[in-house]
């Protein structure tokens, strides 16, 4: 199937400090592209993959699961690494997940880590019927597109498909489990308004990484896709001031950082 015009993955070749970026579960590409563009135009080296199974119909995700979205920006990440100094990953909803994976698998090799709204399990009682719903419904209602901002949308599936989503479920408790193996710098942005995930995510998540360095910054104005809402601006503004903090020299307009 042909890829939807705008969930198409985009790289930049800029400087030797590079951010490896993920998209979310049933999303593109579209939801995180004004934040690689602004890095991108800040000098950096900026791979924004497309997840398999993402960005056509949601009937190509059922045949997908986490080992593939995570083998694909595990790919990126050791790409980076060959042309980059320093590498950065970061990452939105199921996005941060595989982007705090990453840092727990691959250690110092990741410089820091920089998610918005990260999710970490599912919630309520759906999620224990979906080792027999699945089988018995292919898809429920989609949750793309959850923004304050008006005229905003998410480029995203209409449609959760069930087999994916279990998946999805193994994927977060696995994660969970190996989150104490995450030491490096990180800064979690979240919205306190979220109605895909809620804040209790991000406070299990910080309550269980070994980083020392921690920020956390509030996004009182978004949704869950804070990167396309009113927050928008500040969610790159301060993850490139962090980036800075440990690639000194990142951020000046133009620059290829090390180039």
């Known amino acids: 199937m042909p890829v939807l015009p705008g969930a198409e993955p985009y790289r930049h070749e800029g400087g030797e400090v590079g951010v490896l970026l993920c998209h979310g579960f049933t999303g593109s590409p579209q939801s995180l592209r004004p934040w690689a563009e602004h890095l991108a ?34 790919r990126e990440l050791r790409s980076l690494r060959e042309r980059c100094r320093e590498v950065f990953v970061a990452g939105l909803s199921m996005g941060g997940t595989l982007a705090l994976r990453l840092a727990a698998k691959h250690g110092e090799t990741v410089r820091a880590v920089m998610v918005v709204n990260p999710a970490n399990r599912m919630h309520g009682l759906s999620p224990y019927a979906l080792p027999v719903a699945r089988h018995l419904l292919r898809s429920t209602p989609g949750i793309a597109s959850d923004i304050a901002k008006e005229g905003r949308t998410e480029l995203g599936y209409d449609r ?33 308004q979220d109605h895909v995930v809620p804040p209790a995510d991000s406070a299990r998540i910080l309550s269980r990484v070994s980083s020392r360095d921690v920020t956390e910054i509030l996004l009182e104005q978004s949704y869950h896709v804070a990167t396309l809402d009113h927050d928008a601006d500040r969610i ?21 950082v090390g180039g």
């Open 236 to 256: 790159f503004d301060e993850s490139l001031a962090f980036i800075g903090r440990f690639a000194p020299g990142v951020g000046k307009e133009g620059t290829a």
């Open 160 to 192: 959760v498909p069930l087999h994916a989503a279990h998946s999805l479920r193994t994927f977060f408790r696995l994660v969970d489990g190996e989150l104490p193996q995450v030491t490096q710098p990180l800064l979690v942005l979240h919205s306190p």
């Open 41 to 74: 135009e800040r000098g950096l080296t900026v791979s924004l993959p497309l997840l398999p199974g993402h960005g056509t119909r949601w009937e190509d995700m059922q045949l997908t699961g986490w080992q593939d979205w995570y083998a694909e920006v595990d």
